[in-house]
């Protein structure tokens, strides 16, 4: 007798043709080269949907919120407001109160250290932080170690570029009173446990703030399935305008947090004897908000959620098990970050090729790549090397720009040897 097989789940193909024609920068020619645009972790382009609703916006009802009682007003607060809403269905926040606009990221993660760091850290606590952070989540808990007393301690990382979890287990104790730690490495590509790092930290008693400026773009990101207490992103890199990000904040913790700016919006009454400050979000939001910025956050959330996350998955593990390849026939190359689970970026280095004599010729070959430290110099540090050449692709990248990039190293090799 012959037995049915069931069908494997299979997620249909990303249309990778199709989606490029959504995004009309990457159409140019650079130093007359078509355009091979691999520089995703710096900042993304835009799809035509986000321009398209920023011109929208500017055109038709660009007012201040909160403010005006006029149709404007209104039209642009609602939009503002709704965006919130987006940010929040897209984290799968219980409420779009727990979503604070930030200017990115980094303002995010300041935000917390200042506030919630200002108020609960005291003399001998302890802030885990791992080796493989974006310096815009050590140096703000750097900042706030110094004036609470508290100490900065360094989550260590492997030489593929990985988080142990015993290691970091060992490092909890009743002491630590947050884990800051991100969800994709910028400069390695590392996917990090978060979810069992969170369960580790709160079975400790201690808060989680999850880095997402690189996972934002290529994983979904759950708030509530991580269970995680705050969480931080950049609009740019998820193909949103520059200017707007988001913190997500458990409800309770934002609550209980005193401001981190003063200024118009964010509070209840005031007088010279006394101030009292609205509740979460507005507290944190002083001052215009980047409006436009936010409703174009909206609309980029909109267009990748519409793709689907695991469409972009699969497609770009796809790339990652290309380039990896494709990189490790050249020869002399090494990369750098070699983590079991990672995301499309390649860091490497050349041998006897300085990174900065590499990015005047891949740029003249109309390849767009970032040399440098990427702001994580502690990851430079555990590699012993100075820079690193990085290539970090998005769903909108191509195997044929690989070989582009394969072949402007050959050439690269050929002109310094
Ligand atoms: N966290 C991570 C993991 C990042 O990669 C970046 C920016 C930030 C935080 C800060 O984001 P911002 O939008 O507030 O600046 N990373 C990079 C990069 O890799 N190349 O340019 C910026």
Partial sequence: ?????????????????????????????????????????????????????????????????HRGLHKLAELATEAYEHARITVARFLNAPDAKQIVFTRGCTEAINLVAASWGGANLKPGDEILVSQMEHHSNIVPWQLIAEKTGAKVVMIPIDERGQINLDTYHALLNDKTRLVAVTAVSNSLGTINPIKKMIELAHAAGAVVLVDAAQAAPHMAVDVTDLDVDFLAFS??????????????????????????????????????????????????????????????????????????????????????????????????????????????????????????????????????????????????????????VRASLSFYNTPAEIDALVSALQKVKSLFS
């Avoid at 997620?11 to 043709?17: F, I």
């Avoid at 920068?25 to 080269?33: C, E």
């Avoid at 790339?319 to 990369?335: C, D």
């Avoid at 891949?362 to 555990?382: F, S, W, Y």
Wanted: proline residues 6%; negative net charge; charged residues 20%.
């Fill in 1 to 65: 007798m012959t037995v049915a097989k069931s069908q494997p789940t299979h997620t249909p193909a990303l249309d990778v043709e199709r989606v490029r024609g959504d995004f009309p920068a990457l159409y140019q020619r650079v130093h007359d080269k078509p355009l091979v645009y691999l520089d995703n972790a710096a900042t993304s382009q835009k799809p035509q949907a986000v321009i398209d609703t920023l011109d929208d916006y500017y055109r038709r009802y660009n007012a201040n919120v």
């Fill in 235 to 388: 609009g740019h890199k998820v193909f949103g305008p520059t200017g707007i990000g988001a913190l997500y904040g458990r409800a309770e913790l934002l609550e209980a947090m005193p401001p981190y700016q003063g200024g118009g919006e964010m509070i209840e009454q005031v007088t010279f004897e006394k101030t009292t400050f609205a509740a979460a979000p507005t507290r944190f939001e002083a001052g215009t908000p980047h409006i436009a910025g936010a409703i174009g956050l909206a609309a980029a959330l909109n267009y990748v959620t519409a793709i689907g996350f695991d469409k972009i998955v699969t497609y770009e593990n796809e790339l990652l098990a290309y380039g990896t390849e494709a990189l490790q026939a050249v020869e002399g190359l090494t990369l750098i970050g070699t983590a079991e689970h990672k995301a499309a970026v390649f860091s490497f280095t050349l041998d006897g090729i300085h990174p900065y004599d590499m990015s005047p010729v891949l740029d003249h070959e109309g390849i767009a790549i970032r040399t440098g430290h990427h702001c994580t110099q502690p990851v430079m540090d555990k590699f012993a090397i100075p820079a690193t």
